[in-house]
Structure formats: structure tokens, C-alpha cells
């Protein structure tokens, strides 16, 4: 029996926490032990308890045995929120494996890199995205087993034959048995004949690749720990100054592959024996509708998800009094959005003010978070309990004083272990400063207040932030300056009201060649074999040149700067 959630109890942030020696699946496992009635997950209304969880990520890690993998072996999973997603990441950290997690709408290239640097031998994706994944899997040196899922296993019988006649008959033919097998067939490889191993912790293992985007194009892997999951999901509950517990609900659509979507919209919930309601995808008109039907504790998401529900007509009469809890990252949340947000919940019941955090991947996600009850414009909060904020001169340690703006640093128990096979960039990021401390160099400009607030400037180095999504410039500029028709490029981010930035291209063409809409779609098509289809720009504009700096580079500023006011006057 699911017992209600009680009167929320006023908490004030904690210092310090205690961090228990303990992987990410013990840490579930123990709520399991307390709350095995409890629901772990639903999916589409159909619910699985934490003793039923622990049955199926102990099956589906006997699989992974009976395949082959051990310790420190890595897996890619290419999934988006299905159980079988959550599953799996807790099956492979059960057997001391890693789990290395990939956006399934990753180009064909971007999958390829993903496998080879973290030596994957096995992939587990859904058949909607099974003809990327083989031709993926054909480009990597090691040999890599491809296994595939299907929504339609974990749906009742009503769902998955909607599902069947919508989608799933057409991926039927999935997978070639040349490459792999069903999610259901390596299941049953997972007999109770196989020995699970013991269980050990190491707070130095990688547990967990998640991937940042490099300036210079070529993704970084950023290798993080059970610790590092754990204390923030710690943190964020003792940040979020509110209970956290079984018989909460949390409406989980932020994706697997995302650090907000893994360690808050997954992790923080488990460990602490609440629930989460899985979303495969985010549509609004779905999000509203589970809004209202699933009665949600907590939200979290990207300022365009909450931007669009201030539009659905089926939100207009709802009563979201059901809810305790909201948080915003991924992107900056600005004032005037922030009063739409509050004033919505204002008038649709709910008693709560919508929260914005700021982190990165490489510190699992939120390190930082406004308060409940109070609000500065334009700050990001104040860090979470043992993470330690400071501004310093870009690159130093020379500390700012208060209301000085310098670069954003930090440490503390999230903060990664390191980037895969990327010294140079690691040493960059981290660094051991006089205090003996590894401190985590953000590349974002901010200040602190005299009251500790951290407020957020804007990023040193260039990246685009649409829907949520990190999109680097420079690896969109590297394959359009490829392409045999372009002299050069430039990439920006144009400011829009729905995903706060779309993706522009200005191109500048070799002499002679014609500037059409042939030009303009070759581009395009050498853009999506190599670029996540989140990332392709939504606008490519041809020039006959581009403004440059001093120093002869392309003045992106300047062409954001134009695009801005180009935004202002329409």
C-alpha cells in the first residue's frame, strides 16, 4: 500500500552530510529493503515495486554476466527513459561494470566515437533507433553486440497494441541476428544458476561516463562515480529543504543520457523511495495530461518545457496543488520567464515558486540551487551542502571580491573524476589548488553577493544552449568548413522564445559556387551523418563574407549581436 505524502516539514540546509560507502544500486537497494511495496517506477500506468526493481535489474545483471561482461567492462546503453533503461544502468553498477550513456538521437558518427573511446563490446538501444546503432556499430574497430529493446514489452496490453499499430510493427525486422538479439532473448540468458559477484565500493571507480561537448568538436566523456551520484543526490534533496520520500511522485521526463535527467529526475527519487513516473519523450500536450492525471510532488526540467505549458489549453482549469517541488537547469531561466512560471502555479493552486539550478555534467548536474522561500533576480542560488563556490581571475586562484566578476569554480563530493582518455583536458578543468583541494574550473563567468548568492554571467567559452541541449559550434562549423562547397563558417545560437536559442549557420561559399537550396541541403545532409538531430541548425544563411576580429578570426559576437536585435525588432 502507497502511503500519502504529509504536510511538507520546513528544513534548513545543512552544512554537512554523511556520505554512506555504498554503490548507487546499494543505495537502492536499501530503500528496497525498508519500502518493498513501495513503487519504484510506473510506466504508463503500469507499476513495478522496489522488490520487483531489484528482481529485474539482479536478472538483467546475470545477463549481462552471461554475456561476458565483468568489472570495469563498459556498456553503452542508447536508450531513452523505458524500463529497460533503468534496469540496465543499475544492473551493470551492480556487477562493478560501467555504464556508458549515449543520446539515442546521436548521429551515426557521434554513436561510432561513443563505442570505440569507451571500448564498449555491447550496446542496448530501442528499435526505433536500431538502423543508426548498426550502421554505427559497422564503423568500430572492436566487435560490438547489439542489443535491442521494444517499448511494447513494458507496456499493458491496451498501450502496447496502440503502440504495435502506431509504431512498433515497422521495427519488427529489428535486429539483424548478425549484429545482436532482443532485449527478451539476452533476459533469458540471465538464469539464476549465475553468480552474482560481491559487491564492492570504490569512490575513485568510473561507474558512469556521460559526454560534454568540446569547443573544439570532439566530445568529452566525463567519468563519474558512485559517490559522486550519491552525494548529489544527498545534496540536491537537502538543497531542495523539503522532504524527499515514499509516496512522492516525480513526473521523470528529463532523459537518462542528461545529468539533470539521470541524477535528479531518476537517482535523487530512488534513493530516497519516492517514485518516477518514466516519459520516453517530452510532448507538451502529453507532459500537460500527466500533469493532470499523475498529480506530480515534483517537476524538474528546461526552461522551454515549462515555457510551453503556460500554452496548453488543457492546463487552463487544472489543479496543480499537487505540487511541492520545481526545479529549472540546463539553461538560464530569466526574470520575466520566472514571473510567467510563478504567477501560472500562483493561479492554478500550487503554493511553491519555481527554483532554477546551475551545474554542469562534469559535477553530475545542480551543485547550486535557489532557496524555497526567497528569491534575488538574476542569481542562481546558493551551493549545496560540502560544494564550495568561488570567484576567481579566469584560470587563477586569485579570488574576486564580492561583486566582482571572475570565473566560477568549485569542489566538493560531485565533482568528477576525470575526462576519459583526455589528460590535456582534464588538467584544464581540474586543478589541486594551495588548499589541497580538487577544484572544478566551469569556464563560466559569475559573482557572489556578500550573503554567498551565485549569480551566472555567461559562458568563457562558446556553446549553444536550445531545449535544454548543449550544442557545440564548433563541431557543427567543422563539418559544414568539410563540405566541398564552403569556404568558411560560423555558428550561432539566435534567441527564441519557445527553445530559447535555435541553431543558425552563416556560410560563407567557395568562388563559383551557387548559393540555392541544393547547396543549402547537401550541407544539411552532411551535417546529419555526423551531428545529434538536436544540434542541426534550423537556419542556414549564405554570405559573401563574414566580419572578423583584429586577429583575423570571425566575429561571432557580432553576428549574435545582430541576430539579437534582429530578434527585437520582430
Same mark, same amino acid.
Given at each position: ?19 554512506? !560507502? ?5 543505495m ?20 513495478? $515495486? ?5 528482481? @529485474? ?23 531513452? =527513459?523505458?524500463?529497460?533503461a533503468?534496469?540496465?544502468?543499475y544492473a ?26 569507451s571500448e !564498449? ?8 533507433? #536500431? ?43 529489428y ?6 538479439k ?12 549465475i ?10 571507480? $568510473? ?10 568538436? /570532439?566530445?568529452?566523456g ?5 559517490? =559522486? ?16 520520500? =515514499? ?20 537517482h535523487?527519487?530512488? /534513493? ?22 499523475k498529480?506530480p ?23 496543480? !496543488? ?9 539553461? !538560464? ?9 510563478d ?7 500550487? +503554493?511553491?515558486? /519555481? ?9 553530475? $548536474?545542480?551543485?547550486c ?23 576567481v581571475?579566469?584560470?587563477?586562484? =586569485?579570488q ?25 583536458? +582534464? ?13 572544478? #574550473? $566551469? ?15 555567461? @559562458? ?5 544552449i536550445?531545449?535544454?541541449?548543449? /550544442? ?25 522564445e ?12 567557395k ?12 550541407i ?6 555526423e551531428?545529434?538531430? #538536436? ?8 554570405r ?7 586577429v583575423?578570426?570571425?566575429?561571432? @559576437?557580432l ?12
Amino acid at each position: 500500500m502507497t502511503t500519502q505524502p504529509a504536510q511538507t516539514k520546513q528544513y534548513k540546509q545543512r552544512d554537512h552530510l554523511e556520505y554512506p !560507502s555504498l554503490t548507487m544500486f546499494q543505495m537502492v537497494k536499501r530503500i528496497a529493503d525498508q519500502y518493498p511495496y513501495e513503487v519504484a517506477y510506473e510506466f504508463y500506468g503500469f507499476p513495478t $515495486t522496489y522488490r520487483g526493481f531489484i528482481r @529485474r535489474i539482479e536478472r538483467a545483471a546475470r545477463a549481462f554476466l552471461a554475456e561476458g561482461i565483468r568489472a570495469g567492462d563498459a556498456v553503452t546503453i542508447c536508450l531513452p =527513459n523505458i524500463p529497460q533503461a533503468l534496469d540496465c544502468f543499475y544492473a551493470l553498477n551492480r556487477i562493478g561494470a560501467v555504464a556508458n550513456m549515449v543520446h539515442p538521437l546521436s548521429a551515426q558518427s557521434e554513436i561510432s566515437f561513443y563505442l570505440s573511446i569507451s571500448e !564498449s563490446r555491447l550496446i542496448v538501444t530501442a528499435d526505433l533507433f #536500431y538502423e543508426t546503432v548498426e550502421q554505427a556499430v559497422k564503423n568500430v574497430s572492436q566487435p560490438v553486440k547489439i542489443i535491442v529493446a521494444r517499448m511494447q514489452d513494458e507496456l499493458t496490453p491496451g498501450y502496447a497494441a496502440a503502440y504495435f499499430f502506431k509504431k512498433g510493427k515497422d521495427y519488427l525486422k529489428y535486429p539483424d541476428p548478425q549484429y545482436g538479439k532482443t532485449y527478451r532473448s539476452f533476459l533469458m540468458r540471465g538464469t539464476f544458476d549465475i553468480q552474482l559477484p560481491e559487491i564492492t565500493f570504490d569512490p575513485q571507480r $568510473t561507474a558512469v561516463i556521460l559526454y560534454s561537448g568540446g569547443t573544439s568538436g /570532439v566530445p568529452k566523456g566525463v567519468c563519474l562515480s558512485d559517490l =559522486n551520484f550519491n552525494a548529489c543526490a544527498m545534496q540536491a534533496r537537502e538543497a531542495m529543504g523539503m522532504e524527499f520520500r =515514499n509516496g512522492y511522485r516525480m513526473l521523470s521526463c528529463m532523459p537518462m543520457f542528461h545529468g539533470f535527467g539521470l541524477g535528479i529526475n531518476i537517482h535523487t527519487v530512488l /534513493v530516497h523511495g519516492a517514485k518516477c513516473i518514466l516519459m520516453p519523450t517530452f510532448n507538451a500536450k502529453s507532459y500537460a495530461k500527466m500533469l493532470i492525471r499523475k498529480k506530480p510532488n515534483f517537476i524538474a526540467g528546461v526552461p522551454t518545457i515549462f515555457e510551453a505549458l503556460l500554452h496548453i489549453p488543457a492546463l487552463k482549469s487544472a489543479d496543480l !496543488s499537487c505540487l511541492r517541488g520545481m526545479f529549472c537547469g540546463g539553461d !538560464s531561466l530569466s526574470v520575466e520567464l520566472k514571473k510567467k512560471i510563478d504567477a501560472f502555479l500562483k493561479e492554478h493552486g500550487a +503554493t511553491i515558486q /519555481v527554483r532554477e539550478g546551475y551545474g554542469l555534467t562534469e559535477c553530475v $548536474t545542480a551543485s547550486c540551487l535557489t532557496p524555497r522561500d526567497t528569491y534575488k533576480e538574476h542569481s542562481i542560488g546558493i551551493p549545496f551542502p560540502d560544494t564550495i563556490y568561488r570567484i576567481v581571475e579566469p584560470g587563477t586562484e =586569485n579570488q574576486k571580491a564580492p561583486g566582482e566578476e571572475g570565473e566560477i569554480i568549485l569542489t566538493g563530493p560531485s565533482v568528477m573524476l576525470h575526462y576519459l582518455k583526455n589528460e590535456e583536458e +582534464t588538467s584544464e578543468a581540474l586543478k589541486i589548488l594551495s588548499d589541497g583541494r580538487k577544484w572544478l #574550473y $566551469t569556464g563560466d563567468l559569475g559573482y557572489m553577493d556578500e550573503e554567498g548568492y551565485v549569480y551566472f554571467r555567461q @559562458r568563457i567559452k562558446r556553446l549553444i544552449i536550445t531545449n535544454g541541449y548543449n /550544442v557545440y559550434p564548433g563541431q557543427l562549423e567543422n563539418v559544414i568548413d568539410s563540405c566541398p562547397e564552403v569556404a568558411y563558417s560560423c555558428v550561432i545560437g539566435v534567441p527564441d522564445e519557445r527553445r530559447m536559442h535555435r541553431v543558425r549557420a552563416y556560410v560563407v561559399l567557395k568562388d563559383g559556387v551557387q548559393a540555392d537550396d541544393d547547396c543549402r541541403q547537401h550541407i544539411m545532409d552532411a551535417l546529419k551523418l555526423e551531428v545529434a538531430k #538536436y544540434a542541426l541548425p534550423r537556419e542556414i544563411e549564405f554570405r559573401s563574407e563574414l566580419p572578423r576580429t583584429l586577429v583575423g578570426k570571425v566575429a561571432y @559576437r557580432l553576428l549574435e549581436e545582430e541576430a539579437i536585435k534582429e530578434t527585437q525588432v520582430l
